[in-house]
């Protein structure tokens, strides 16, 4: 029989002694044993370790914090997308939202819904595998994000091992849940900063955003982040199996060991949902943390899952904002602003205020209607409020306050950066420079230029981008093509080795299809599908720059909008000069035969749509995607009725879900090549 050494025993031991002992002062609120006991019993622990160092596992509690700083984070792919919410800024947006879904479900009667508080902190992933945690992300842009794990560990409400006890021991939970600073704590860190002469945090969430970012995670244990769980995964397999509703996953949150916040509720009804959004309006502000607003679900996993998601939007859930925060301030002047788009915004530059935590002085006046709405003058009063409470905007003025001397605002009608007359189209509010060698958005147009569905262009990342403008290297995209070797070893971390396959990957830009090369031009409402649709009609520049809008107009899936876009960007001068200088520099501005008579010969995928979800073993989803369009066949991202295939890989999530419960069929990346090549 083998003999368990006493100290393995003892080890085990103790990290159940205080992962019990966090559990219950952490989440629960009900300590079970004092301080004093806690770390004599810690301390106990980590000498044992130090002296059996083969026996320290990830899931101890004297692992939570890192002993080296991190030198960077890691981008990583969310295993399961974390989608952002739509937003309803009162009771009748909340109305209108219950109107959307129930149009998708006419027959469905009543509902059940889930009211929780919208805490105002960091989103973040957490993965655990066989109970174990191995992976906190952040938010990032939804699919991809910062691998912030060692980071994670140190938060003392965020479990290192899942307490299975009673449950169903799950080999892969994804839980998501928001990151956040307390207030008592924020206000110690920023009365600690000022101390010190540092930059004060301007807010709890940028405060725990940035804690988040940290490097050393030793610094991150002494801000003492919180944590509340609100989302279970379980990947692979169907949720209901282990909890039916948002309300059993929450319960279930608990039991595995999260702190979830107690103040959500079941609702029966919208006008109850309701009442709990108008009782936490004003209860709020004795919060020990800043919450913004209330997130209503559907309860039931089986109707959400009917539902799915828009392409930005789950359809079951909705954030129910409190109105921003208003304050007044004087206009100082109006400046106008020209993004990477174009279009010319006009900017109240106002006397600094303090507004939903941080200090304001320039507000968006969003175009010449909403100044005009306003009758807004330099030297006004106005109420500024933060929209959505991210961006600063002018909500009224206080006309009885207006010096004598207040000077009227008119929009120009050059760019005020480049010179060039600007254009405001028909049934458009927004005023915008066309001139695509105009500098204002000369960098956003680069970067435009060299991604991945357009030139592709790759080591051309944003700050390469921007040290070639700034140092006056590129004017327009096809000064891409006249750099020379010597000019890129004398950028910043730039060698010779670097500047020569940089070099080589420009050249070979030349190489992409006119389909790319129109769609890298960035014209307006012109993406890569339109791209296509275009260079089929007009295998030549030429071709498209003597075409009548009518013509154009006259292409299946191309509408008015579009087509007086494009027609008006190749009418002008700077663009015909541009498309000179990129045809002499090698580029393809016409289709080839082989471009041209692609996917002719092998239609086998003509009418049908496909959906592309999970990891596929050896293509990318890009590339899987380029197959089927080869092939004829249609790309969507979400999955309907009208899809036909789902395309799976490892790790599928909630597509694979609802094509299940329509029936949808499903293939491997092998059988879709086997598709392909019959």
């Known amino acids: 029989m083998i003999q368990i050494h006493p100290e393995v025993k003892r080890i085990e031991e103790l990290r159940q002694l205080l992962q019990q002992?966090?559990?219950?002062?952490?989440?629960?609120d009900a300590p079970i044993m004092e301080d004093a006991v806690y770390d004599q019993l810690y301390r106990e622990l980590h000498q044992l370790e130090i002296q059996y160092p083969e026996l320290v596992s990830p899931d101890s509690p004297t692992q939570r914090v890192g002993e080296k700083p991190a030198t960077q984070f890691n981008s990583v792919r969310h295993n399961i997308p974390l989608y952002s919410l739509e937003n309803a800024f009162n009771i009748e947006d909340l109305q209108a939202w219950e109107q959307r879904w129930r149009r998708q479900v006419p027959k469905m009667e009543s509902v059940e819904y889930v009211s929780e508080l919208k805490i105002d902190g960091s989103a973040i992933a957490l993965t655990y595998q066989n109970g174990i945690l191995v992976r906190g992300a952040t938010r990032g842009d939804g699919v991809m994000g910062e691998d912030v794990t060692q980071n994670v560990r140190t938060i003392r409400s965020i479990p290192l091992r899942l307490n299975f006890e009673g449950l169903e021991i799950l080999e892969k939970v994804e839980v998501r849940g928001e990151a956040f600073l307390p207030l008592d704590v924020f206000k110690q860190i920023n009365t600690e900063r000022q101390k010190a002469g540092e930059q004060l945090f301007a807010n709890p969430r940028n405060a725990a955003a940035g804690t988040l970012r940290q490097l050393d995670s030793r610094i991150v244990a002494k801000r003492r982040l919180d944590f509340f769980a609100?989302?279970?995964?379980?990947?692979?397999?169907?949720?209901?199996?282990?909890?039916?509703?948002?309300?059993?996953?929450?319960?279930?949150?608990?039991?595995?060991?999260?702190?979830?916040?107690?103040?959500?509720?079941?609702?029966?009804?919208?006008?109850?949902?309701?009442?709990?959004?108008?009782?936490?309006?004003t209860e709020r502000l004795n919060l020990p943390y800043m919450t913004d607003g209330v997130v209503v679900k559907l309860n039931s996993f089986k109707l959400q899952e009917q539902l799915g998601f828009t392409q930005k939007f789950p359809r079951w859930a909705v954030a129910l904002k409190y109105p921003a925060e208003e304050a007044p301030t004087r206009v100082e002047n109006i400046a106008v602003n020209v993004g990477r788009t174009g279009a010319l915004t006009p900017l109240a530059e106002m006397r600094p205020v303090q507004l939903a935590g941080t200090t304001v002085s320039r507000a968006t006046l969003h175009n010449s209607d909403r100044i005009a709405?306003?009758?807004?003058?330099?030297?006004?009063?106005?109420?500024?409020?933060?929209?959505?409470?991210?961006?600063?905007?002018?909500?009224?003025v206080l006309t009885e306050l207006r010096p004598d001397d207040a000077q009227p605002f008119v929009m120009p009608t050059h760019c005020p950066v480049c010179?060039?007359?600007?254009?405001?189209?028909?049934?458009?509010?927004?005023?915008?420079?066309?001139?695509?060698?105009?500098?204002?958005?000369?960098?956003?147009?680069?970067?435009?230029?060299?991604?991945?569905?357009?030139?592709?262009?790759?080591?051309?990342?944003?700050?390469?981008?921007?040290?070639?403008?700034?140092?006056?290297?590129?004017?327009?995209?096809?000064d891409l093509y006249d750099l020379t070797e010597a000019q890129l070893c004398g950028l910043e971390r730039m060698g010779q080795k670097s500047a020569q396959k940089l070099i080589e990957a420009i050249a070979q830009s030349k190489n992409q299809p006119w389909s790319r090369v129109l769609y890298g031009l960035?014209?307006?409402?012109v993406g890569s599908v339109n791209?296509?649709?275009?260079?089929?009609?007009?295998?030549?520049?030429?071709?498209?720059?003597?075409?009548?809008?009518?013509?154009?107009?006259?292409i299946y899936g191309i509408g008015v909008e579009i087509a007086e876009s494009v027609y008006q960007w190749f009418h002008i001068d700077a663009n015909q000069t541009l498309l000179s200088r990129l045809q002499s520099a090698g580029l393809q501005l016409a289709a080839t035969e082989e471009?041209?008579?692609?996917?002719?010969?092998?239609q086998k995928l003509i009418g049908k749509t496909f959906v592309v979800t999970g990891t596929l073993p050896t293509?990318?989803?890009?590339?899987?995607?380029?197959?089927?369009?080869?092939?004829?066949?249609?790309?969507?991202?979400?999955?309907?009725?009208?899809?036909?295939?789902?395309?799976?890989g490892e790790d599928a999530g909630s597509k694979l879900t609802k094509a299940q419960a329509l029936g949808i069929t499903q293939l491997t990346e092998a059988q879709l090549l086997e598709m392909v090549q019959e």
Request: some cysteine; charged content about 25%; glycine content about 8%.
């Open 595 to 602: 471009t041209t008579s692609v996917g002719d010969e092998n």
């Open 230 to 281: 609100y989302t279970l995964h379980i990947p692979g397999r169907d949720d209901t199996s282990i909890a039916n509703t948002q309300w059993e996953a929450l319960e279930l949150l608990r039991k595995m060991g999260f702190r979830v916040d107690l103040n959500h509720k079941l609702c029966c009804s919208l006008p109850e949902v309701a009442q709990y959004y108008q009782h936490w309006d």
């Open 531 to 554: 791209a296509q649709l275009l260079s089929e009609k007009f295998s030549h520049v030429d071709k498209l720059v003597a075409a009548k809008q009518s013509e154009i107009e006259g």
């Open 619 to 648: 293509l990318k989803r890009d590339e899987a995607k380029a197959l089927i369009q080869k092939a004829g066949g249609k790309i969507t991202e979400s999955v309907s009725k009208k899809t036909d295939y789902l395309v799976v």
């Open 419 to 478: 010179g060039q007359p600007v254009v405001r189209e028909l049934g458009e509010a927004v005023t915008r420079c066309v001139n695509a060698s105009c500098p204002a958005i000369l960098k956003g147009a680069i970067e435009h230029w060299v991604s991945r569905d357009a030139l592709d262009i790759k080591g051309m990342g944003e700050k390469l981008v921007h040290q070639l403008v700034d140092k006056g290297l590129v004017h327009a995209v096809a």
């Open 373 to 396: 709405q306003l009758d807004i003058r330099i030297g006004d009063t106005v109420i500024v409020r933060k929209a959505g409470e991210i961006i600063p905007e002018v909500v009224r």
């Open 21 to 28: 002992a966090s559990y219950a002062y952490y989440v629960l």
């Open 522 to 525: 960035g014209i307006r409402h």
